[in-house]
């Protein structure tokens, strides 16, 4: 087993990982930014090595700083988290030529997974369905009008490289391909450095259904079932369930059955999970994220599997002892991720100081989150501050105790996309499982906020003025009873002068 694990991350993503590590009894080592100097995970840590400046660039993503803090610090595995290294074959080579163990598969699958077209190729290989499209490369627009006559419009555009829908380019028509393919090359190589486009078949109305796969070095391969992240805004994931309210047992085994051979048929190790698309019956292949995921709580709370650990046992060279059968699939989890965001303001980030901060708890409550209370949230980073789980027997129990959680999460002096979220927990489309990547916009979320946010700062009013009213009424009270004993005193005295 490792003698000291090198977190290269922030956040609560690397408190998180700081858990697993110390329920292992595995001393940790945290990286931290100039901007970072106060940040819960360099405190949580048992050592923590400032690696640089804010800017990612000059910090986080800083490989020969990072290893440079493995090496002074005697650090033998670096777990990556998720984002900025997390799917850098680059710093995974590094960690190998340096004698470190990377917490997360080879540097092969990360590479072959990385491009897009190689993935669809193994997947299609490998007897995973992939959405009808391109072979490979699409080269010109003479290519294009031919794929995209054989499969019909509308199409769409991917980048190679990329990921995350960055620089996804829907095309209706042929008259609208030439332009298209010109703006999707040249975003796609100010993104990835690389032009590389492939085509697809455009899915309308699609679900995001993803499995969560684990792989041990000794050839044993599962699935830890699924997660529904449909609910995305501009291709950022915000509400997350477990399990997808429209996966029946049966779809269960056979998705999970593909997302298992889609694993295999690349030899992966550790943790990784398989996104499909779901969409008029059908599920496709769409990507595979070679790293842990945002939303992994939720798998967590719905097996008790906590898939840190097994990432560190895995990447430890142990084996996975339990078999498909015994993967439990209990209740009904729900992730909400807070970001400092002002919903009021297209959802710019919120920076600054947080002045009060009390999270919600109780039966079936989890906050996985990288603040508290007095801590300046910097500009330089991703938004999300923190993860809300909750867990109940039933997807109602569940809504319920989510929209509970919500009801008492308080955090000021910086916006958050709390109300957003409590606009979703009540919404009917949602309540039913009704679903889908254009449900923000098809069931008006964002109109609902304002309101929400005006009852939340009556709430507040009137909770404040309870709050000076109990003073006023403590200050009467007092000034009562010194009175009281002001008289009481005098008579004492009168008595004994008589
Ligand atoms: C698609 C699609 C429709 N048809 N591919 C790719 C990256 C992922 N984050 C979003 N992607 C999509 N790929 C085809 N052929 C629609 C999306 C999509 C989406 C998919 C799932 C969940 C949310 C989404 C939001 C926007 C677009």
Redesign the pocket.
Known sequence: MFGKILVANRGEIAVRVMRACRELGIPTVAVYSEADKHALHAKYADEAYLIGAAPPSQSYLNIDAILDVAEKSGADAIHPGYGFLAENAKFVRACEKHGITFIGPSSKAVELMGSKIEARKTMKKAGVPV?P?SEGEVRDVEEAKAIAEEIGYPI?L?ASAG???IG?KVVKSEAELEQAIESAKSVAKSAFGDATLFI?????R???IEFQVLADKHGKTLHLNERE??I?RR?QKLIEECPSPIVTPELRERIGGLAVKAAESIKYTNAGTV?F?Y?QGEF?F??MNTRLQVEHPITERTTGIDIVKEQILIAAGEAIEYEQSEVPLFGHAIECRINAEDPLNDFAPSPGKITRYRSPGGPGVRIDSGIRMGYTIPPYYDSMISKLVVWGRTREEAIARMERALSEYIITGVKTNIPFHKAVMRNEAFRRGELS?NFIEEQNILAKIPEIIKEDEAREARLAEAFREDKRVAAIATAVSMYIDAAKRKSEEKYERE
């Open positions: 959405v499209g769409v991917k990921g995350g829908g996804m697809e078949k455009f899915l309308s699609p679900r995001h992240c449909s995305q291709h996104e698309i969409s496709y769409l990507e990547t």
